[in-house]
Structure formats: structure tokens, C-alpha cells
């Protein structure tokens, strides 16, 4: 499904104005040169307008006086559309402007993962400034960037680091208005926002896209194979589940944590949910769940391994995890990783070596850190 520019044209806060070819510049300049004023009054604009949108080429046309000149013209509004170079909202900056428009939009699983995004660590602020993505991860940003400019064109965007070292990147708050208006979206708040309707109504792969994209920015998955999705709003979470239910994805209930006002679910179809990871790898390569992703397939590799309730083969696999031990400082999740065993195991092993004075922990950030002694 693709939308038009001029499908926009009657949606709240659309005032877009659009840069076009010189060719169909002049040409509509040749056909209003002779009785500008004539014109001006028909549009019911200043005649100065015209003199800057086409004689003197200074200005942005308004897309709603240039498709009215289209209409008096014959001009078709593919043909306008074809020939538009860029396009922005009215009374902005021309650096808040999308360069090289890919038009019509096409609303793809792409745009669908880009709404998420806003949804859970972005926004299209009620003040009028300009929509806005945070994240901490390098690659997770880029992905971003990449899907905007695959959807919209060449998106003009800045990306900062805040006070706390989050990445924010600040992008034309035109494109979070034409996500709102073609999701039917009624607000990107974090405590009142719901998933629209729209999106159960479009097909699996947009689901899909939704869904990725939100364990991607609320998620976190463990080397046991938890994947469990959180936030703030209740609404949310009930329409989260509705939308695993619809993709054949088994949840637990959802709970609330004791710090209040946070909610939480657990996802149990881990296979499912990296099926979905293979299936989106070639076709969707910028919808991913970036190192989540990579944790959930050790996690399932994890689960496969064969094991043995025998005290050799536990005494095995505890003389590994000191030998490596005997040469760096280790967490849990590493040792998982690269021994494949499960976090838990490995908890319990380090429990029984700390008992033996064999190895010590200290705390580093939200994790332990694992030495051995002597």
C-alpha cells in the first residue's frame, strides 16, 4: 500500500510546501507570467507569492497551490509529484527538509517498525518540536536512521549524545505527523499512547515488525532463553499481548513489579520469535533485535546441549570455567556464552567454588564479576 503526497493534504498539521524540478518550475512560470495578478486573486494569495514560488524561485511552493494550479493547468498530480525535489513543513527551516523524496510512501513493515520505535523510546512531542528517537546502542541507532531514509527519502537529522550519554536523534517532526496520521495514532506518550487499530488490521509482516521492534526498545532476552517486554503503561501491555495472540506468540500473564507503575510480560515461543528474526534477516535486514537477537539464538543453542546429572560431567564443566577463570576476570553471561551452558548452571557451580575458596566475586555495574583466588 503506498500514500501519496497530496493524499496529505487533508490531515491536521499538513501545511507541506515542496521544492520542484526547474523544468516544471518555468513551465508553470510561463503559464501565470502574464496575469500573475489574476492568479493571485483566484488562489486568494499575495501576488508576491507567486512572483517568489515561480519568478523568482526563493521559496518553497505551498503543495495545495501548486495542485490547484495543476488542476487550472491540466497538470496531473503524479506528474507534480514526480517532479517534487524536496519537501518540508511550512514556516520551518529548509534543513528540516526530506531531500529526494521516495514517493509515494509506501507503508511497508519498515514504516510499521519506525512507528514502534516512537512509540517506545521516541516521540512526536506535544510542544511542536521535532520528532525525536533515543537509544543507547550505536548499531540499533543506525538501523534507524537507515529505515527513515529507506522510507521517507533522504531525512534531514542530527544525532547527539544527552547528559546521560544516550544517542537522541532529532529528525522533521513532519515525518512522526504523516506516522501519526497514517497509523491513526493519537498521541506517542508513554503513559496514555495505545497501539493503533490499524496495525492488527495490516498484514502479518507488519505485526511481526511491530512486535521485534518492541522487545528490540523494552525488551531484554537472557542467555536462558527469558525474553521478557515491559513498560509503563498498562493499555500498552493489554494491547502487546493482543498483538502476540494475533502472531501465534505465547505470553505469560502480565505482572507488575513492586517499583509501581511498571508492567511486564514474559515470551515463551522463543523459537517462534527467532523464526521470525531468519525469516526478516534478508528481507528486512534494518528489523532486527540487534545483540538480543544474537543472545536468543545462543540461549536456543543453549537449551539443545545434552547434559548429564552425573558429578563428572559437572566437574568437567567447572574445570573449564576455572581455567579461563586462571586467565581473566569473567561475568556469568561471557562463561555462558562461550561454553554454552546455561546462565543458571553456571550460578550454581560459581556458588559451590566460592564455597570452596576457589573463586571470588566482586560487583561491576549490574553484574558480577568472577575471579579465581590464590
Known amino acids: 500500500m503506498k500514500i501519496h503526497l497530496f493524499d496529505l493534504l487533508n490531515m491536521p498539521n499538513m501545511k507541506i510546501v515542496v521544492n520542484i524540478q526547474p523544468s516544471l518550475k518555468n513551465r508553470i512560470k510561463n503559464m501565470i507570467n502574464d496575469d500573475i495578478y489574476s492568479f493571485a486573486r483566484e488562489l486568494k494569495t499575495n501576488p508576491t507569492r507567486l512572483y517568489e514560488y515561480f519568478i523568482w524561485k526563493k521559496s518553497f511552493t505551498p503543495l495545495n497551490v501548486l495542485f490547484k494550479l495543476a488542476k487550472k493547468f491540466d497538470i496531473s498530480h503524479l506528474e507534480i509529484e514526480k517532479n517534487i525535489v524536496s519537501y518540508k513543513q511550512q514556516h520551518v527551516p529548509a534543513k528540516n527538509s526530506i531531500e529526494n523524496p521516495r514517493l509515494p510512501i509506501e507503508i511497508s ?18 510542544d511542536g518540536k521535532g520528532t525525536y528517537y533515543n537509544q543507547k546502542n550505536k548499531d540499533i541507532m543506525n538501523d534507524f536512521i537507515k529505515k527513515i531514509n529507506h522510507v521517507f527519502g533522504g531525512v534531514q537529522y542530527k544525532v547527539k549524545r544527552d547528559h546521560r550519554g544516550v544517542l537522541k536523534c532529532r529528525m522533521p517532526r513532519l515525518i512522526g505527523e504523516i506516522c501519526k496520521d497514517i497509523y491513526r495514532i493519537k498521541d506517542f506518550g508513554s503513559f496514555d499512547s495505545r497501539i493503533p487499530r490499524n496495525i492488527f488490521n495490516l498484514p502479518e509482516e507488519h505485526k511481526i515488525s511491530f512486535f521485534l521492534t518492541a522487545i528490540l526498545d523494552e525488551g531484554s532476552i537472557s542467555y536462558d532463553g527469558d525474553i521478557q517486554f515491559g513498560v509503563s503503561n498498562l493499555g500498552m501491555m493489554i494491547d502487546f499481548k493482543k498483538l502476540c495472540n494475533s502472531i501465534n506468540i505465547e505470553t505469560g500473564e502480565i505482572k507488575k513489579h513492586k517499583q509501581e507503575g511498571h508492567y511486564y510480560v514474559y515470551i515463551k515461543s522463543i523459537k517462534r520469535v527467532n523464526n521470525f528474526l531468519n525469516r526478516f534477516s ?3 535486514p534494518e528489523i532486527s533485535l540487534n545483540y538480543k537477537g544474537e543472545r536468543l539464538k545462543k540461549a536456543i543453542q543453549i537449551k539443545q546441549q545434552k547434559f548429564s546429572y552425573t558429578k563428572d560431567f559437572a566437574d568437567k564443566r567447572k574445570n573449564l570455567i576455572l581455567s579461563e577463570l586462571g ?13 554454552i551452558i546455561s546462565p543458571r548452571t553456571i550460578r550454581r557451580y560459581m556458588y559451590k567454588l566460592m564455597k570452596e575458596k576457589k573463586v571470588s566475586r566482586i560487583k561491576f555495574g549490574a553484574e558480577f564479576i568472577y575471579r579465581t583466588l590464590g
Open 109 to 126: 513493515p519498515y514504516m510499521t517498525s519506525i512507528v514502534a520505535n516512537l512509540f517506545f523510546d521516541g516521540s512526536v512531542p506535544k
Open 282 to 284: 534478508k528481507k528486512y
Open 327 to 339: 586467565n581473566k576476570k569473567c561475568s556469568v553471561n561471557y562463561l555462558a556464552d562461550k561454553f
